[in-house]
């Protein structure tokens, strides 16, 4: 890993009644984020936020919801529901468009635009930021320094392991602090990884949740807690959407539908499971935040 900041590590503390792991959710709609930059967003996303909404209803737990400004910007309402369900709102940028796709000062325009329309829509300011496909890696590590300019506390945007997506391999693996040369700093909470035989290796969070068995996805998560450390779930709400590759098949390649459509019928039973057994919360409750 070659990064040009200081990276200290934070304390984590279990409370009494053990650790306490983050739940996020990246709030977009799946076509428009996935197969067309330029489509108009969906009402599939309402639907879906909601179903979300009511399942973390049921098993009383919070979460901090990544919200895109383009699904902000059509459904204003939708961002007022998650706030009123007591969940934590965060950015997750204005168009999804990945950061290796962007200048700085286009990148910085983006944040902006998101964090006016979320923080207008439920009055409050915005502390955290998840980027676009994980894209804040080897190359665009710049724009944490643009994330603090913004007046972001947290991002949760690196995974500490190279794929051909995205990534950083060798990067720190729990939450830690990013200090920079103009003393600004954010705190970086990476998506989880388990090491095994030296290398980070990802299984909770997205397809991983969807591949993985789900006894194999809380085993990992009990390793972590086991030496107090916190993992991160990340969901979308597209995820237990079962209807969706069937009512796009003239739309989606067969298969595409096929990679990005496979279990999703399983994720709502994987989460209740999980909730169930293990302890969750918003990303500013775990770091201390809020």
């Known amino acids: 890993m070659n990064c040009p900041y200081t990276i200290k590590p934070l304390k984590v503390n279990a409370s009494g009644n053990g650790v306490i792991n983050a739940l996020s959710v990246d709030v977009e709609d799946w076509y428009q984020s996935t197969c067309d930059l330029n489509a108009p967003i969906s009402d599939r996303v309402v639907r879906n936020t909601r179903a979300l909404l009511q399942l973390f209803q049921e098993c009383d737990v919070r979460a901090t919801f990544f919200v895109l400004g383009l699904v902000c910007e059509r459904y204003p309402y939708l961002i007022q529901e998650i706030k009123a369900g007591g969940h934590e ?29 979320i923080q207008d829509t439920v009055g409050e300011p915005i502390h955290g930021y998840r980027a676009p496909d994980f894209s804040i890696d080897e190359g665009t590590l710049w724009a944490l320094e643009v994330l603090a300019e913004k007046g972001i506390q947290y991002d949760s945007s690196i995974f500490p392991f190279r794929n051909s997506r995205y990534g950083v391999r060798g990067w720190y693996r729990f939450p830690h602090r990013i200090e920079m040369d103009n003393h600004q700093t954010v705190i970086e909470f990476p998506l989880s990884t388990v090491n095994l035989a030296g290398h980070a290796f990802p299984f ?37 959407d079962t209807q969706e590759m069937a009512e796009l098949r003239d739309k989606v390649p067969a298969s595409t539908r096929l990679s990005q459509g496979f279990n999703r019928r399983v994720i709502a039973s994987r989460m209740q499971r999980l909730f169930s057994v293990l302890r969750f919360s918003t990303i500013g409750d775990v770091l201390g935040l809020t």
């Open 89 to 117: 709102l965060a950015t997750h940028g204005y168009s999804h468009r990945p950061l290796y796709a962007m200048s700085r000062s286009a990148f910085g325009d983006d944040i902006q635009r998101s964090l006016d329309l």
């Open 204 to 240: 909770v969070g997205g397809g991983y949740s969807r591949l993985l068995p789900v006894w194999l996805i809380e085993l990992g998560i009990r390793r972590l807690n086991r030496t107090h450390q916190r993992a991160i779930v990340y969901l979308h709400p597209y995820e237990i």
